[in-house]
């Protein structure tokens, strides 16, 4: 395949992993944190970028370390260690990095950086991109637009949940139950995009 | 006494792990693969041994290397511990049932990240004796299956007019419009909301009547 029709596939891909493939709301990835940190935009702002920036850059790691090292080696079973390892490792650094160079933003998504090791977002989206033999422009694609669909999930649930606070809700539904029938309904709504992109 | 301290223990073990402090609908952690692979009451119960063995085993090893382990490097190790087995989970799979392994897709290797497992061997495995890490692991693991095999057999019933790929008598006909909604991502998260709703309510209502 020449440049220009994986870029055009890479677009498709983040499309649909923005929105038909939505990465929480269909795949399920990335629930803990979806359910646990969802009560203020703002929260779940800041940890969406994070996790936007945390899992475009991993995908394309793991790219580059399974496809250079496992693959002629012959160790693909090995991809589980070696795939939390590279996340693990470049969130430490990601951390250290932000501590010297930006202080501001470091104390806006510092926080988030350690929760995100296990997120199992990260960690899914490149064994996704294993599974479906995604090569390295796509795999870009694929990483981006996960990020921002986990992002524009967790935005709108933190909305309606804040609309929600003073709500009469029955005891037992409170918590998790409510939050998992709204991300039910955002799901629903997401599967009207079906069919909106052809390409994949 | 000390067999009656024991025995008390291991009780509490058992209550905790299935119904007081259920790792599903109580303590809400590893939802992912709840909602994944809910779909089919077959994959449903492979996903299930497969987190019992490796949440039973990694506990027990946690538990194990416990003492040797140092403060600060303790939840990378605990993680490695967790991929070894979750590692022997995929390869067994992949060699002796590939077809299962395509459908269950990247679920199994995400048992590392699942957060019961991690959360068990935090919080209960690397401060207590081997045998009983291994038993807390595998009665959590057990309310983890109790709950994932009610919601399964209500998606694949109702969704598919099924059970265990098995045709149902009076779902399966034709009085039955399948309730295909059951089987896609939403249908997941309301069973899943229905069934947390039931079993908090009934939790709740215990409680209020012991005080």
């Known amino acids: ?37 969802s009560r203020e935009v703002k929260t779940s702002l800041g940890l969406g970028f994070a996790v936007i920036f945390v899992l475009t850059f991993t995908c394309m790691l793991n790219w580059v370390t399974y496809h250079y090292i496992l693959l002629p080696l012959g160790l693909e079973f090995f991809r589980f260690i070696l795939f939390i390892i590279t996340i693990a490792a470049f969130v430490q650094f990601v951390e250290m990095v932000l501590d010297r160079t930006s202080p501001l933003l470091y104390q806006k998504l510092g926080i988030f950086l350690p929760l995100i090791t296990v997120n199992c977002a990260i960690l899914g989206a490149s064994l996704f991109m294993v599974i479906r033999d995604y090569s390295f422009i796509v795999t870009i694609g694929y990483g981006l637009g996960s990020g921002i669909g986990w992002l524009l999930a967790i935005i709108a ?26 991300a039910g309904l955002m799901a629903l709504a997401f599967i009207g995009f079906t069919g909106v992109l052809q390409g994949k | 006494m000390a067999v009656a301290g024991e025995k008390s223990e291991i009780n509490k073990i058992i209550s905790d792990g299935i119904w007081q402090s259920n790792p599903i609908f109580k303590q809400v952690l590893g939802i992912c693969s709840t909602l994944a692979v809910t779909n089919l009451v077959l994959n449903t119960m ?11 085993l990694s506990a027990a090893t946690v538990s194990a290397m416990r003492r040797s382990t140092p403060r600060n490097v303790r939840m990378m190790v605990e993680t490695l511990i967790i991929a070894f087995y979750v590692i022997i989970v995929d390869v067994l799979l992949k060699a002796y049932w590939p077809q299962m392994s395509n ?17 068990r061997c935090e ?5 207590q004796p081997i045998g009983r890490a291994f038993l807390d692991g595998l009665f959590n693991a057990l309310g983890y299956s109790f709950v994932l095999l009610i919601i399964a057999v209500f998606r694949e019933l109702f969704g598919m007019g099924t059970l265990l790929g098995y045709q149902m008598p009076y779902f399966s006909g034709p009085h039955w419009g399948k309730w295909i909604i059951m089987v896609m991502p ?26």
């Open chain 2, 123 to 127: 919080a209960y495995a690397n401060s």
């Open chain 1, 157 to 182: 649930m933190a909305g309606i949940r804040q609309k929600l606070a003073n709500e009469r809700i029955p005891r037992g539904l409170q918590g998790p139950g409510i939050t998992l029938i709204i």
């Open chain 1, 1 to 37: 395949m020449n440049a220009e029709s994986q870029i055009a596939q890479a677009m498709i891909v983040c499309l649909s992993a923005v929105f038909t493939n939505n990465i929480l709301l269909t795949y399920f990835l990335g629930m803990c944190p979806f359910l646990g940190c």
């Open chain 2, 103 to 119: 459908s269950l897709g990247p679920y199994v290797g995400l048992i590392i990240t699942n957060c019961i497992v991690m959360g």
């Open chain 2, 186 to 211: 939403p249908g997941a998260f309301f069973m899943l909301a229905i069934v947390t709703w039931i079993l908090r309510s009934i939790q709740m209502t215990r409680e209020d009547k012991q005080k």
């Open chain 2, 46 to 56: 492979v996903m299930c041994i497969a987190l019992a063995f490796t949440l039973s």
